[in-house]
């Protein structure tokens, strides 16, 4: 899920004369794939709300989108801790970049099922305790930023736990099954590190990541027609 990734330069590997290993480590590179990746999300919320039938109010638009977008530097930061941590490092199995692509497809798609939970169970507890101002997606009218703030920093902490949470159940426990996985998918693009690069760091995360916000947004927004206290799940 997420905003994310990181950087690349190429780097040789110690065991791996033929070709360059396409390694996370931060380089001017790195700019160019969070512009994408930025821009790809924001294209995406762009368009979304333009067919949308009931438009929000581009202020209220303006908290929804933020709120995604603090989510998801946080789990940049933990996709980028989880390919450092896994990634062989003795040229062996799959490089840091190949392992970053297993990850993200595997925390976007079981990242949108937990956030989908997570929520359900959030919007249960801000009914029965009346906790107005966590009800995702309303603000006030006028719009107040207090309940913007508060919302933003608990969908944080929530974004970010679920990144934890697929870690352990499903990248921990398989760790060894998806470095072999990980060094297949990569093994075609090992002589082309350039179109590694370009596939792993920027085409694949654009595409989940377009995928990702737009399922999010229906998430975190307040649905018009369910007298405003639940998001619309579709």
Known sequence: ????????????????????????????????????????????LL?????????????????????QAYAGVL??????????????????????????????VITTVLGIALLIGAMRVWRYAVEEMGWTLLRSGEYGDPPSWKPWLAQMLVWGFVASGEKVVTAFLVIIPLHTQLDGLAEWIEAPLRPYPNIELLLVMVLAPMLLNALYFWVIDNLIKLDVGHGGSSASLH
């Open 75 to 104: 789990q940049h930061l933990v996709n980028m801790a989880l390919g450092m941590a896994f990634a062989s490092n003795d040229g062996a199995g799959g490089s840091e970049c190949a392992w970053y692509l297993v990850n993200f």
């Open 1 to 44: 899920g997420a905003m994310s990734e990181s950087v690349l330069v190429m780097q040789p590997s110690s065991r791996l004369d033929d070709y360059e290993r396409c390694t996370l480590l931060a380089g001017s590179f790195d700019y160019l794939v969070q512009i994408s990746l930025v821009f790809a999300a924001m294209g995406t």
């Open 47 to 67: 368009y979304k709300r333009r067919i949308a039938k009931h438009k929000r109010p581009w202020v209220v638009w303006a908290f929804d989108t933020s709120k």
